[in-house]
């Protein structure tokens, strides 16, 4: 899926970031693509970093931390994704005992949890990966696609660590100038979360993804429960990130600290079929859902196209979250994406 037009104002912003020097060293990197059969069409690439000793220790399963880059980052240059985050703490010679995973998504591709997962997929089934010690982290857009991931796969992973990101519909409904999600929009959804750890890192004065973004996570982790660890850095722009990830060494001894419990999440049933058919918004346009096996193909014109993953049965997860609103039986009567638009069912109209 191309970027919507509404990311522009944002990723200008981010481009503002400077971006450091690599040094003459040897990359600590390797570069991987998905294989024939796997590929995604929301990314390919991904870089992958080893731990000191992984060779040395052959019966070892390893925690491994998944990186989501920026705006800034995305594109066909790996090179851009070591630039940033994580992967500059790793490039400048940070050492972490840790497989570091680090995919590189398209420019102008929004995260998508289905390519996501078709990397980690490809790459534990190389290494040797311990299941139960798998963690989601990224900055800025890539903290939103941890949400996103996290929502697609909630019993996969052991811990999350968004840093200058925000719930994906939120950002998209700010930089349209529309009203924003509702904390009540993401609860339903964030309620099937509960069970994972979370350190949340935000700059108060993020010029490009605004603080209250992240305070209103935390207020929907807090009414849910959940008491997660905020970094809330004063006099911090919209770069938490260089402190969070080189900076604050208890930030990996907690990450590394979390284990996944036999509290996990289960996976949501398969999405029903009368979800399927036509959806017309108040300014005329279509939105065509169609029910693909365990996931949702919807269509809005002819420039988009993107896969849905269901969180339960009303609600899916893609790179951004929506939501059926149902009649009582069991009939859909809206689609909503919160912030984005409403668009209401077309009764006769069926699944092409």
């Not at 024939?36 to 070892?60: I, K, M």
């Not at 949890?113 to 290494?127: C, K, M, N, T």
């Not at 139960?132 to 019993?155: E, F, K, N």
């Amino acid at each position: 899926m191309a970027l919507p037009a509404m990311f522009r104002r944002f990723v200008a912003a981010l481009l503002l970031v400077q971006i450091p020097a690599f040094g003459a060293a040897a990359s600590p990197w390797q570069a991987g693509s998905l294989p024939a059969g796997a590929e995604s069409r929301y990314g390919q690439h991904y870089l992958v970093a080893l731990p000191d000793g992984y060779e040395a220790e052959p019966q070892r399963a390893w925690p491994l931390i998944v990186f989501l880059h920026g705006a800034g980052e995305w594109g066909s240059d790996l090179a851009k994704v070591r630039s940033q985050g994580l992967p500059a703490y790793i490039e400048g010679g940070g050492k972490l005992p840790a497989i570091v995973l680090a995919p590189q998504t398209p420019q102008g591709q929004m995260w998508h949890p289905l390519f996501i997962d078709a990397v980690l997929r490809e790459v534990s089934g190389r290494l040797r990966v311990d299941a139960d010690r798998i963690y989601l982290t990224g900055l800025s857009l890539g903290g939103m696609g941890t949400w996103s991931t996290a929502l697609a796969y909630p019993d996969r992973f052991a811990a999350l660590a968004p840093v200058a990101g925000a719930f994906p519909n939120d950002m998209m409904a700010y930089n349209r100038g529309w009203p924003e999600p509702s904390a009540g929009d993401w609860l339903p959804a964030i309620s099937h979360l509960t069970h994972l750890p979370v350190w949340i890192a935000h700059g108060e004065v993020d010029p490009v993804v605004p603080f209250a973004m992240d305070q209103r996570v935390a207020a929907v982790l807090k009414q849910l429960g959940v008491t997660p660890r905020l970094d809330w850095m004063a006099n911090v722009g919209h770069d938490a990130w260089t402190r969070t990830y080189s900076e604050t060494p208890g930030f990996y001894d907690w990450l590394l600290a979390q284990r996944r419990g036999a509290q996990a999440a289960q996976r949501p049933p398969q999405p029903s079929v009368r979800l399927a058919g036509e959806y017309r918004s108040v300014d005329g346009r279509v939105a065509k859902v169609e029910v693909r096996g365990d996931r949702l193909e919807v269509a809005l014109g002819e420039a988009y196209r993107s896969e849905f993953l269901p969180i339960d049965g009303q609600r899916f997860i893609g790179t951004h979250l929506i939501r059926f609103e149902l009649d009582a039986n069991g009939q859909p009567r809206r689609l909503v994406a919160p912030g984005i638009g409403r668009f209401e069912h077309q009764t006769g109209a069926t699944q092409p």
